[in-house]
């Protein structure tokens, strides 16, 4: 298995808008990859930012700016595709940590596989104040980022962890553009109803900060949900009506789904439970609100 990885040469991709101090502590660890440091290359595209971020790629030997000028962080991960040399490709985010040996347990898992499309690997969630999160933080990590459900039940991979075949790229095309959220699970379920192979890595995996206020929460949701729709009403069967009685069925409280959400090991007391529990219910109401917006013909919104 060890020969097999060191032929394998890897493009790690990061798109980047305006983070430069965070992609340089992403840059960093980078560097430090038990992997053949001779068979790996990073793509750094900037995507319209006002930060110097070429000065800041600039500082490691690995990476390499590029620039596009589209908005969106899925047209910057294909225009990074096209320019990518290697056979396999990572794609991180520029607010991830990834461990040491992410980069070898990623390409270990992918070549293992039988027909292998795409591995998601585990996304770890922290906090700023481990002994006392915040109640958005502790909502954020049992929410957002679950790789295992994902590939699991949905069968895709967010790109803040994943691995893939330049090849498979190549087979079922590009990431949707037209997306501003959601292009992740488009394209991951194009390889999956293709024929590939879809898995989980938890070995390979990346540390990510939990989001701490509810703006952020709620800029999070709307873009989810505004990608949803935009992706839904793509569909040849997709129906107005049937859209707007769906969100009249879900005035409904959520609260059997609400409260096996709760009940996670990530929380840890009834304080924790009760503050989150609160926060289920204002995050799936600004969902449906979010939805009625769309539904009056509201654009979606990429950031």
């Not at 910057?76 to 070898?104: Q, Y």
């Not at 893939?164 to 109803?193: H, M």
């Not at 769906?246 to 439970?273: C, G, I, M, W, Y």
Request: charged share 20%; glycine share 6%.
């Amino acid at each position: 298995m060890k020969a097999k990885i060191e032929n394998c040469s890897v493009s790690v991709i990061i798109p980047v808008f305006n983070d430069s101090e965070r992609l340089q502590v992403c840059l960093s660890a980078l560097e430090q990859q038990t992997y053949p440091s001779d068979r790996y290359e990073v793509l750094v595209v900037d995507n319209g930012s006002t930060e110097d971020i070429e000065s800041a790629v600039a500082n490691f030997p690995h990476a390499r700016f590029i620039h596009e000028p589209q908005p969106g962080s899925y047209a910057a991960r294909n225009h990074g595709t096209t320019l990518a040399k290697g056979d396999i490709l990572a794609f991180i985010d520029s607010d991830c940590t990834p461990a040491p040996d992410w980069l070898e347990k990623g390409v270990a898992k992918l070549i293992g596989l039988p027909k292998g499309g795409l591995v998601a690997g585990r996304v770890e969630l922290y906090y700023q104040n481990p002994k006392h999160p915040t109640a958005v933080e502790l909502f954020d990590s049992i929410t957002f980022l679950q790789q295992q459900k994902y590939i699991e039940q949905d069968h895709f991979g967010a790109t803040a962890n994943l691995f893939t075949y330049k090849s498979v790229i190549e087979s079922v095309g590009p990431f949707n553009t037209n997306l501003k959220s959601g292009g992740d699970a488009e394209w991951g379920n194009r390889v999956y109803n293709q024929g590939y192979t879809v898995a989980y890595a938890d070995d390979s995996w990346v540390a990510h900060p939990a989001r701490r206020s509810w703006q952020e929460i709620y800029k999070k949701v709307v873009r989810i949900t505004g990608g949803g729709h935009d992706l839904h009403s793509q569909q040849p069967m997709y129906s107005p009506l049937r859209s707007w009685i769906k969100l009249l069925q879900d005035l409904k409280p959520p609260t059997r789904t609400a409260l096996q959400q709760v009940n996670n090991e990530r929380l840890s007391n009834f304080h924790q439970k009760i503050k989150v529990l609160g926060l289920i219910y204002a995050v799936y109401y600004a969902k449906v609100w979010a939805r009625f917006r769309l539904q009056l013909g509201y654009s979606s919104q990429r950031q």
